[in-house]
Structure formats: structure tokens, C-alpha cells
């Protein structure tokens, strides 16, 4: 593990809707985020992209998405990974279970995969580097997609999403065994997930923060985790927004994506991540990754 403690601050779902942009775009100009994740078919991906454009210091990824919004590809074309209304579905368990066992979802699936990695590579960003939407790149099938598709551009890291138990409920003080289950449940999944990174020369963070408090990551919440925020390289993420939006895509009721935003901007929480003399950076940066272009 790295010795020195570097942080990452990401906003997800990034293109998702304007107010995700603003919030984004905000929070990199007078705040601290470091890093936002793409959702290359999302609704406000075109704007994301030219906000993106105009700060090469934001470190954009992909935010693969095969559950809840649309595909990138024309919905006849992968007629299983969607309904009748032309979404994704959104059971990660069901969609989960028949993806592995079927062979056309999975062929399906794929073509999905390697149309956002095309459509990413489209808008002429660097790609910072890869998750997924609901930590669904964490499925057996999808991960295998993207290390076999992560070598033509660069070998962006993988987000594993694994947060620790002792930095997680000392900041917190709250819902130990829940915390204690789920470190429990993703470090068994995450472990074998490392291997497969490493053997396929992609490297990943240490930590993530977020994990089990996604759309809460407010003012006081981040103050005290970078408390206890451990040695290496320590992943937060968030769902900022400016605002509430009509629509289908609408973060969960229980988020608080504009707290999330104050918080991003913060003074407390700067003048915090300057007395524990912690660095700010992207995935490429912290990993000394040369931004490379596929090849």
C-alpha cells in the first residue's frame, strides 16, 4: 500500500442533467472535486463535455452504465438489455443473475460496453478513469469487458469499491454492523476483482469513501473522515447537484445532492484538507499514469 495519503474527489453521474454539470463545474473552479465520472448516454453529456473541455484539470472517466437510464447504442440493437419503454432495467440483482448465465445478454452487453468506450473516446478527452453506475462494473461479465477493452485506451485505473471498516465508523460512529457487513461483502468481491486488474497491468485506488453513505456526503460527514482518512490512495465520491429536476432521471429521493454541493464547496473542508497537508488529485495523476490515447 502507498505510503503517503493521496484523495481523489468525484463527482458521479456527471452528464446525468444540468444541474449535475453546474455542480461539477462549480465545485472544480472554487472547490474541491478533482474528478467526475461520465455517463456517456446520459441526457446532459453533451454539455458535460464541453464544461469538461474548458478544465483539462478534471480528471473525467467513464461511468459505465448498464442499469437505470439509456443505452448509447439504438435500442433494437440490444432489445434484451432494455424494456419496452427503451431503459435499462433497474434490478441489479435480476439483471445481474441473467447476464451471467446468458450468452446473447452477455454478447448484447458487450456491444453496449464497447459503444461507451467509443463514445467516450469521441469526445476527445483523456480517460481518467472507469466505473460503473451502481458499482455494477463489479459483475463478473463486465469486468471482463473492461479489461479486455481498457488496453486500447491507455489502461485507465478501475474504481474498486471497497470501503474500510476502521476509517468508515470512526468517522461516523454510527451503524457498525451495517458498515461491518458491507466491508465484509465487498471485501470478498473486491479481492479477486484486484487480480484481475493486476493481471491485466490496470491499476485501482486503495480506499473509497461513499460506499455506504451515497447521497450523504455532507459538510460534517467529509470534515470528519478526513480525520481518519488512511494511508494511500483514498477515493470519495459524491452526487452533487445545484438543484432537484423533473424526470425519470432524478437521483433517489434520499440523496441530498445540494448539501453534497455545499459541501463540496466548503471553506471548512479546504481549510480541513490543508491541515492534514493532503493532495488533490485525479486518478492519473495520483497513479503517475501517462494520459494516454487508444491506440
Known sequence: MREDRKLIVTADDFGLSLPVNEAVEETHRQGILSAASLMVGAPAAEDAVERARRFPSLGVGLHLTLLDGRPTLPPEEVP??????????TDPFRFGVALYFSPELQRQADAEIDAQFERFFATGLNMDHINGHRHFHLHPVVLRAIVR????????????????FGPSFKANQN???????????????????RRQLIDGGISSNDHVFGLYDSGAMVEDRLIRLLDHLPHGLSEVYCHPATRRWEGPDNLPASYQPEKEFAALLSPAVRRKIDEHGLKLSSYRVALDGAPERPV
Open 80 to 89: 434484451d438489455l432494455v424494456g419496452p419503454d427503451g431503459r435499462f432495467h
Open 149 to 164: 477493452t481498457a488496453p486500447r485506451f491507455g489502461r485507465p485505473p478501475v474504481r474498486v469499491p471497497l470501503e474500510p
Open 175 to 193: 451503524r457498525a454492523i451495517g458498515r461491518l457487513a458491507s466491508w465484509l461483502f465487498y471485501s470478498a468481491q473486491t479481492l479477486q476483482i
